[in-house]
């Protein structure tokens, strides 16, 4: 069997580890990557010894690299075309109708609000997202409430199959990256976020809770990642007053030094299938705190291993920091994240994910 993975390839995040990570897990004879774009995510797929073709587009609405996947698909004989993301699911309504290839997707968010913020045009792409969604022979949610919303948009059940997430779990914890590098010491409460800078992941939640508790107690935050509204998210700090408190980092590659250096793993977004940024905190043995979203349930033991705080709230988020921050001075806090990894590393390994995606390509091609 023959599966092409599309992509548009200037993902950074964690879309761009999921897949790469995955294909890992496969034979170059098994898969191939297709991507819209040079770069980082091209490179890194090629050093990581995945077959990588590029189609390159001259702006993201460049459609005339569809007769070129078109006859990759027919040259190259693919059983299975695996979409991930709103641009390739587009694309994938094309490439299906001119091969008649089988056509499956991960979906990484909510189709709905992949273009939040973005006006008319942002409209007319979500318009064309849900009707993509719609159209696929199969689909891997990542949760089971992630199934549910997929048939909330009219998906039959039997086409939905619950994959979670995962990821090569180490056996020992990174060595952390020193705190003084941020100018700070091991009596601080360090907290870590690993998101892309975008409205859907709710850092301003995170800065209203952070704003609520005393500035003589008040938490550090490590913000990891970048994205389109870096510079509205640094002013929304500075509006709180929150400059010394909230160390933006951008990207970064030793995203598990950074987890294993703090106290807290954060999550706030509005939206999420799996988050895998929350197994990368899991694997350094650090306790999460997140917004009750995807599939974050079947990951955490409430009170034991973490905290679920309802979405969009700052109260029930500053909270939570509390008695995390308590926890850490009872000396509580790592036997939670201690916990936490037990549990993750035996239930969301990424050769778990792998070996049940290939009975299901077979499932779905006999």
């Known amino acids: 069997m023959k599966v092409l993975h599309l992509i548009s390839g200037g993902e950074t995040g964690g879309s761009k580890k999921h897949v790469i990570t995955l294909l890992e897990k496969f034979s170059k004879e098994e898969v191939t990557l297709a991507l819209m774009q040079e770069g980082a995510f091209a490179e890194e797929a090629r050093q990581k010894g995945i077959q990588t ?30 979409t991930h993301g709103p641009r390739a699911n587009l694309f994938g309504i094309y490439l299906k109708k001119k091969t008649g290839i089988r056509w499956v997707t991960t979906v990484h968010s909510d189709p709905s609000l992949d273009f939040v913020k973005s006006g008319v045009k942002g409209k007319v792409f979500t318009t064309l997202s849900m009707y993509a969604v719609k159209k696929m022979d199969g689909y891997f949610a990542v949760s089971e409430r992630f199934k549910q919303n997929l048939m909330k ?19 020992t914890t990174a060595e952390p990256i020193s705190r003084s590098e941020f100018g700070l010491s091991d009596e601080d409460f360090v907290m870590a976020m690993v998101a892309r800078l975008h409205p859907i992941k709710g850092h301003t939640i995170v800065f209203d809770a952070m704003k609520s508790i005393e500035e003589e107690k008040r938490p550090h935050l490590l913000l990891v990642g970048d994205g389109p509204i870096k510079d509205e998210l640094m002013q929304e ?36 299938s799996f988050p895998l940024a929350l197994l990368e905190a899991a694997d350094q043995h650090v306790p999460l705190l997140t917004t009750d979203v995807g599939g974050v349930n079947e990951l955490i033991d409430r009170g034991e291993t973490g905290w679920i705080v309802p979405v969009g709230e700052a109260g029930p988020y500053a909270d939570a920091i509390g008695q995390a921050m308590e926890k850490k001075e009872k000396g509580e806090l790592k036997k939670m994240g201690e916990k936490l990894y037990v549990y993750a590393s035996s239930h969301f390994s990424l050769g778990n994910l792998a070996e049940r995606m290939k009975q299901i390509y077979d499932k779905i091609v006999t």
């Open 53 to 82: 073709k590029v189609f390159s587009q001259s702006s993201r609405y460049d459609v005339s690299i569809l007769k070129k996947l078109v006859s990759f698909i027919k040259e190259e004989s693919f059983d299975i075309l695996h």
């Open 153 to 171: 948009l009219g998906v039959s059940g039997e086409k939905i199959h619950t994959i979670y997430n995962g990821i090569d779990f180490t056996e």
């Open 237 to 272: 700090a500075a509006k709180r007053g929150l400059e010394s408190h909230v160390h933006f980092l951008g990207f970064r590659s030793d995203v598990d030094r950074i987890y294993a250096t703090s106290d807290l793993a954060l999550l706030a977004s509005y939206s999420e």
